[in-house]
């Protein structure tokens, strides 16, 4: 099991940018694949990217691409999700996960990213 601590929420006007962490401990990422999640109010869960912890491969979904990107410091086993040019859509709870290539198997508590218009 790995524990996750996220970190980097917060209240952004439209435009502006974030970088939410994902620290993990228990466990290395270099096993597992680390996702980033969001959920708004009223909404499902949903996908925002992923790494592929081991060769850095990075995966977006197309709400986002262009504009967040993922990445991560191995030696502080901390994944980032730096997010830019942020819509007030983007606002939801962000969720990072640790994982195999088909199931997320931990979770962290979430962060709130609210981006004002």
């Known amino acids: 099991q790995v524990q996750l601590v996220e970190s980097g929420g917060g209240l952004v006007q439209a435009g502006g940018s974030l970088r939410l962490s994902c620290a993990a401990s228990?466990?290395?990422?270099?096993?597992?694949?680390m996702g980033w999640f969001r959920q708004a109010p009223g909404k499902e869960r949903e996908f925002v990217g992923s790494?592929?912890?081991?060769?850095?491969?990075?995966y977006y979904a197309d709400s986002v691409k262009g504009r967040f990107t993922i990445s991560r410091d191995n030696g502080k086993n901390t994944g980032y999700l730096q997010m830019n040019t942020l819509k007030p859509e983007d606002t939801a709870v962000y969720f990072c996960?640790?994982?195999?290539?088909?199931?997320?198997?931990?979770w962290g508590q979430g962060t709130q990213v609210t981006v004002s218009s």
């Open positions: 790494i592929v912890w081991s060769i850095v491969r990075t």
């Open positions: 996960a640790a994982g195999a290539s088909t199931s997320w198997l931990d």
């Open positions: 228990g466990r290395s990422f270099s096993r597992y694949r």
